[in-house]
C-alpha cells in the first residue's frame, strides 16, 4: 500500500457560523501532516469536508491529482478514524473490520485472510469474536484502525486518535501508529491540540486557528519561529526541545546545556517536559534524581489558577507555579532562581 | 411514601385486572368450546389478525422509510408532519372512519380510483385494513423514529467512508441498529390495530371483523352471549400479543 498525494486548495467550509476559510495544504505521497489546533479551531470539519462527509463552498480537494471535490465518501477510498471510534455496535471485531470488504464482495478466503492479517499486524487477533462493548479505549481505537487500513485506502484521516486514552496507552498507541505509517505508508492526516503528539509524529505540522492555517512547517520550525504571535501563544508554554541523547541514554544535550534524562533512545531526539513538573527555588535542590539548573527568570505570566515563569538558562523553561508560591518566592523577572525536575519527568521521543 | 404509591397505583391496576379476570372466570370451558366452533366467530378473529397484520405491513414499508428521514433530516414542516403522525392518536375514530369514507367510498376520489382496478373499501376487507392502517399507524412511525435518532450518525458516516452507499449505510448499520424500536412499534401497531373498533365499523361493518362482532352480539342477544366471545378476543389478542413480545426479545439480545 502506497498513498497518494493529498492536495487541499483554497478550501472553504461553513458549518453554522463557523468557517473554514483559505485552506492550502498539500501532503506528499505516503507522508504524514499533523493539523495542530485548539478545541474549536475548526479540525474535525477540514477531516470531514476531505473524507466528503462535508461540502466545501469553495476550493478544490486533490487526491492523486485528481478533483475529488464533488464525490461521495464511498467513492473516495479514504480512510477515517472518527475521534469516538466510531465501530458498529451491533457487529463483532471481526464483522467491524471486514465491513468494508463485505462491501467490495470479496470472496470469503481473501476476506478472512486480510482481516486476519490486519489484526495480526495491530496485535488484535484475540479480539476478533469479541463484542465492541468489552473492549477497552486502546483497543477500540485499534480496530477503528484496522477497520480503515484493511481498505489500503488511499489517504487516512486520523481525529484526535489518541486523546481519549490514558497516558501510558497514547505512547504505546503513537508507537503503533509511527510503525503502521512505516509498514503501510499511507498519505495521512492527523488532528490533534497536543503539541507533543504532533511533534512526535508530524513529518509537518500545520497550525489550524479559528478556522486558518497560521502555519505550515516541520515542528521544529514551528516550535522555534512562531509565525504568529498566537501561534507562540498556542505552543509556546511548554518544554519542548530538539536536541540530542547520549549513547547511554542518560543524558539530553541542548544548545550547549545538559540534563538528566531515562531513555532507551540515543542520537538526535525530542525531550519535553511538562510545566506543572518543573520547580522553582531560590537556591540549588540537592537531590541526585533532580537536574537543577540556574537561569534568569525573563517572564511571569498569570493564566487561571496557575502561574507561567519563563525562565532563561538557556535553553528555555516554562515552570507553572501556584499563586501563593509566587509571592512565597517574590519572584520578579531579572531574578536568578534555580528550576529542578526529576529525570523521570523528561519525555523523550 | 412507597407504599402509598404503592397503595394507589395498585387500586389502577385492580381496576384494569379485575374485569378482564372476572369476565374469563364467570365463563365455563363448555361455554368457551361451544362459542369457538361457531364459524362466525372463527372467521372473526381469523379476520382481524390478517387485516392487522396488512396494514402494519404496508405502514412497514412507507412508515419505516418516513421514521427515518424525521430522525435524520431537518426540513421545513417537520414539526407540522410530526404533528399529523400523532393526530390519529387524538381524533375520535368514529370521525376517522368518516373521514376515511369520504376519500375512499364510492364517491369518494380515491375511492373511484381503486373501483377501477377492483378494490373497493366499503364493506370489505381493504376498507378494514385502510382504517386499521389510519388509527394504529403513529405506533409504528415513532418507535421507527426514535429507534433511528437513537443511532449516532456517525456510524452512518463511519460506513461512508468505508465504502457504503447512503441505502447501504441505512442497511447495514441504522437498521440493524433500530431493529429493536421498530420490531416493538410493529407489534405495538400490529396488537392495536386488532383492537380497532370504531374507524372499522363506519367502513366495514360487514365483514366483521372481531370488535365488531362481540360489539353485534352484545345489542342483539345481551351480555351472556356476548361475553365467551369477549374471552376469546382477550385471550388470543393476549396470547399472541405475549409470544412476539418474547421473540422480539430474544432476537433483539
Known sequence: MIGAPLALEVLE???????????????????????LGPTGAG?????????????????????????????????????????????????????????????????????????RGMAQLLGIEKLLPRGIESLSGGERQRVALARALVLSPRAL??????????????????????????ALSPTVLHVTHDFEEAVALGEEVAVLLRGKLAQVGTPEEVFRRPATPEVAEFVGARNVFFGEVSPDGRRFKVDGKGFEVVSELSGPAHAVVRPEDILVSLSPIASSARNCLRGKVVGIEERGPLVYVTVNVPPLFTAAITRESLSELRLQEGMEVYISFKASAVHVF | M??????????????????????????????????????????????????????????????VPLAYLLARHDFPGKGFIQGLIDLPIVVPHTAAGIALLLVFGRQ??????????????????????????????????????????????????????????????????????????????????????????????????????????????????????????????????????????????????
Open chain 1, 13 to 35: 467550509v461553513q458549518a453554522g457560523a463557523f468557517r473554514l476559510v483559505g485552506i492550502d495544504l498539500a501532503v506528499r505521497a505516503g507522508g504524514y501532516l499533523v493539523i
Open chain 1, 43 to 115: 479540525k474535525t470539519l477540514l477531516l470531514e469536508t476531505v473524507a466528503g462527509l462535508r461540502r466545501p463552498r469553495r476550493g478544490r480537494i486533490l487526491l492523486d491529482g485528481a478533483d475529488i471535490t464533488s464525490l461521495p465518501p464511498e467513492k473516495r477510498n479514504i480512510g477515517y478514524v472518527f475521534q469516538d471510534y466510531a465501530l458498529f455496535p451491533h457487529l463483532s471485531v471481526f464483522e467491524n473490520i471486514a465491513f468494508g470488504l463485505r462491501l467490495r464482495r470479496l470472496p470469503r478466503g481473501e476476506l478472512v485472510r486480510r482481516v
Open chain 1, 157 to 182: 484521516l486520523l481525529d484526535e486518535p489518541l486523546s481519549a486514552l490514558d497516558p501510558a496507552r497514547r505512547r504505546e498507541l503513537q508507537q503503533v501508529l509511527k510503525e503502521l505509517h512505516r
Open chain 2, 2 to 63: 412507597k407504599l402509598a404509591f404503592g397503595l394507589l397505583g395498585g387500586c389502577l391496576l385492580a381496576f384494569v385486572l379485575w374485569p378482564l379476570l372476572q369476565t374469563v372466570f364467570s365463563t365455563s370451558p363448555q361455554e368457551l368450546w361451544a362459542t369457538i366452533q361457531d364459524p362466525q366467530v372463527r372467521g372473526a378473529i381469523g379476520l382481524t389478525f390478517y387485516a392487522s397484520a396488512i396494514a402494519t405491513g404496508i405502514a412497514l414499508l412507507t412508515g
Open chain 2, 108 to 253: 369518494g376520489l380515491l375511492g373511484k380510483a381503486f373501483g377501477k382496478v377492483g378494490i373497493r373499501f366499503v364493506s370489505s376487507v381493504p376498507g378494514i385494513v385502510i382504517a386499521m392502517l389510519f388509527v394504529s399507524m403513529p405506533f409504528l412511525v415513532n418507535a421507527a423514529r426514535e429507534g433511528f435518532s437513537a443511532v449516532d450518525e456517525r456510524l452512518e458516516q463511519a460506513a461512508r467512508t468505508l465504502g457504503a452507499s447512503p441505502w447501504a449505510a441505512f442497511r447495514r448499520v441504522a437498521l440493524p441498529l433500530a431493529k429493536r424500536s421498530i420490531l416493538s412499534g410493529t407489534i405495538l401497531m400490529w396488537a392495536r390495530g386488532l383492537s380497532e373498533f370504531g374507524a372499522v365499523v363506519i367502513l366495514a361493518y360487514h365483514p366483521m371483523v372481531a370488535p365488531v362482532l362481540l360489539y353485534e352480539r352484545f345489542e342483539s342477544y345481551g351480555l351472556s352471549y356476548a361475553r365467551p366471545v369477549a374471552v376469546w378476543i382477550l385471550l388470543t389478542s393476549l396470547g399472541v400479543f405475549l409470544a412476539l413480545r418474547a421473540v422480539a426479545g430474544r432476537r433483539g439480545r
